[in-house]
């Protein structure tokens, strides 16, 4: 069975949500690549 690789690279960037919730970052850091979730949480009185 032959395997399709997939190019990471194409994914590096940030992504945020229509209401910025959450914001997603994936970034490369040498040969690995790292996928950061940033979830704020605010409230207004």
């Known amino acids: 069975m032959e395997r ?3 190019d990471l690279e ?3 960037g940030n992504r ?3 209401k ?3 914001t997603v970052m994936i ?3 040498g040969e ?3 996928l950061s979730i ?3 949480n605010e409230t207004t009185k």
């Open 4 to 6: 399709k690789l997939f």
């Open 10 to 12: 194409m994914l590096v």
């Open 16 to 18: 945020e949500s229509i």
């Open 20 to 22: 910025l919730n959450p």
């Open 27 to 29: 970034h490369r850091n």
């Open 32 to 34: 690995r690549y790292w």
């Open 38 to 40: 940033i979830y704020m």
